[in-house]
RNA sequence: GGCGACGUAGCCAAGUGGCAAGGCAGGGGUCUGCAAAACCCCGACCGCGGGUUCGAAUCCCGCCGUCGCCUCCA
């Protein structure tokens, strides 16, 4: 057993070869922050906190490098283009760098709520000009690109591998093109490396050619190279961009620096919204902080991973409220093995039976995983899973502590560590607590009225309790309580 | 027009040559003072039409439908 990932670049499943023995390097194309993130922004950063999560799960140390985009991301291809940070800071009256430096924050709250672990390195666009400039000089230099009224431009047709990732032939790009043509490029289909900035263009830098600004694909190559490296293991990112921007990257990078660039590409597909994609510009997006106020982070995650990163999400709240049912069931036998365990239990072996269990599963779930990081599978092994916990602890079987510990090892290591699903302290168990304290006197003084038979009262307390969104559970071995979804 | 993806039970969603996972919702049952939770049982022959094969949801051809990229978008 090995891992598998469907490769972009092959249009196939290939077994997963790092360059560097234990070691992987992954650049995936971060936002460009001038908004708040949207559920299709979960979606990608949480496939590759996957990705992520997994290699190490695997062993491999992996340096995980994700850009911020704050220059150069304009509105449209069109000389009229407007840096999208400076507009968004023309219309809120600051400082572009204050717009960027507000969505970054933004950005990060959001991405730790969905227990989202953090790039080793978060270069910004604008930290790296000299080294853009730098590609734009070796572009020229080796004739792969040519200067024009103060801009930089890459000649698609002297690279003649440009289309090798999407799939597109570049002769048939010039009928398709819709773009408003800058009279600055020889070709249509040629793209910016370096722009010219126009009299009111904020966002500005010295270059050889003047005052401008870099191209959007400039950023990538640069620092994908700068920390990872040439070649490098992994390039990801949402699969809109396959075209033009990863395709240019690539280019670009390749004709520059002579070596190929990354090695596998993985692409997520989309959210939609009623079937179609969920975008910016369509205005049908939803925000991860507006999704929040409505649902847990963490069933928000489970609703991302419960269908395959390939393949699109249709997002709705209906959605969201059968994903919270499912975490919650997810979740069940978890808050019932470390119930169980706060409570002594006897010494002894891992039960041996169940131990055979735990193996199978395990096993299972690597299976899942390893096939192109199948977590709609892996979290189907997790529900199979929870069935057995379910039926053992609820059985009249002795019970070991070091077996209690061996599921909840299970699932710390594979739902928490891998999938970022199951924290390592759920939000209802808190100990100590004043709240907890609290709920242990009414759970008392109720346990007095059930032995009383005062089933009248016992029904009160429950059904008042119900409205504010606290769950008790009678059990045999005593009354447990939860926080409804 | 070019390139590409998808179409599996009421809904969501794995499977990609050998008798169709899992979740939500629904029905029946066990347990419970009642409930909740849990457990057990119940549902699809895989868009349509052909073809290849001993055998296809899974491969090939055609059709229908939905969507994406080709222009900013994760």
Request: charged share 25%; proline share 4%.
């Amino acid at each position: 057993m090995a891992l598998q990932v469907y490769n972009y670049l092959t249009r196939r499943k290939e077994v997963f070869q790092p360059i560097h023995e234990g070691f992987v390097g992954m650049y995936v194309c971060g936002p460009t922050v001038y908004g708040h993130a949207h559920i299709g922004h979960a979606k990608v950063y949480i496939t590759f906190d996957i990705v992520h999560r997994y290699l190490e799960y695997l062993g491999y140390r992996v340096r995980y490098v994700q850009n911020i985009t704050d220059v150069g991301h304009l509105t449209d291809d069109a000389d009229e283009g407007e840096d999208k940070i400076a507009q968004q800071a023309r219309k809120e009256r600051v400082e572009p760098m204050e717009i960027a430096e507000f969505y970054t924050r933004s950005y990060f709250e959001d991405m730790d709520a969905l227990n989202v672990l953090r790039p080793d390195i978060s270069p910004r666009a604008s930290g790296h000009i000299p080294e853009q400039i730098e590609l734009a000089q070796l572009l020229i230099e080796k004739g792969y690109a040519y200067v024009s009224n103060g801009s930089v431009f890459f000649s698609v047709k002297s690279w003649p591998s440009y289309g090798k990732l999407s799939g597109r032939n570049i002769d048939e790009l010039e009928e398709g093109a819709r773009i408003a043509v800058s009279p600055d490029k020889r070709d249509p289909r040629d793209f910016a490396v370096w722009r010219a900035a126009k009299p009111g263009h904020i966002m500005r830098w010295k270059s050889p050619w003047g005052e401008g600004f870099p191209g959007w694909h400039a950023e990538c190559s640069v620092m994908a190279m700068k920390y990872l490296g040439l070649p490098f293991d992994i390039h990801g990112g949402g699969l809109e961009n396959i075209f033009p921007h990863n395709e240019s990257e690539i280019a670009q990078s390749e004709a520059a620096y002579g070596k190929e660039f990354a090695r596998y590409w993985i692409l997520n597909n989309m959210v939609t919204v009623n079937g179609v994609k969920m975008g910016k510009s369509l205005g049908n997006f939803t925000t991860i902080k507006d999704a929040l106020t409505r649902h847990n982070p963490m069933t928000l995650r489970f609703f991302i991973l419960s269908s395959h990163y390939r393949s699109t999400t249709d997002f709705t709240d209906e959605a969201l409220d059968s994903a919270a049912r499912g975490y919650e069931r997810l979740i069940g036998p978890v808050r019932l093995t470390r119930e169980r365990l706060r409570r002594a239990e006897s010494d002894g072996e891992v039960d041996v039976t169940f131990a055979e269990v735990i193996r199978q599963h395990k096993e299972q779930f690597v299976a899942a995983m390893d096939d192109d990081f199948n977590t709609p599978q892996a979290l189907a092994v997790l529900f199979d899973f929870g069935r057995e916990v379910n039926t053992l602890l609820n059985s009249d079987r002795p019970m070991t502590r070091a077996t209690l510990e061996a599921i909840d090892n299970f699932y710390r290591t594979l739902g928490g560590n891998v999938l970022g699903l199951i924290p390592d302290n759920l939000p209802t168990s808190t100990e100590g607590g004043l709240e907890a304290q609290l709920m242990e006197l009414i759970i008392r003084l109720r346990a007095e009225a059930r032995a009383r038979k005062d089933w009248a009262t016992a029904d009160a307390i429950r059904a008042e309790l119900a409205r504010l969104g606290i769950v008790l559970e009678d059990r045999p071995e005593g009354t447990t309580w939860r926080m409804a979804q």
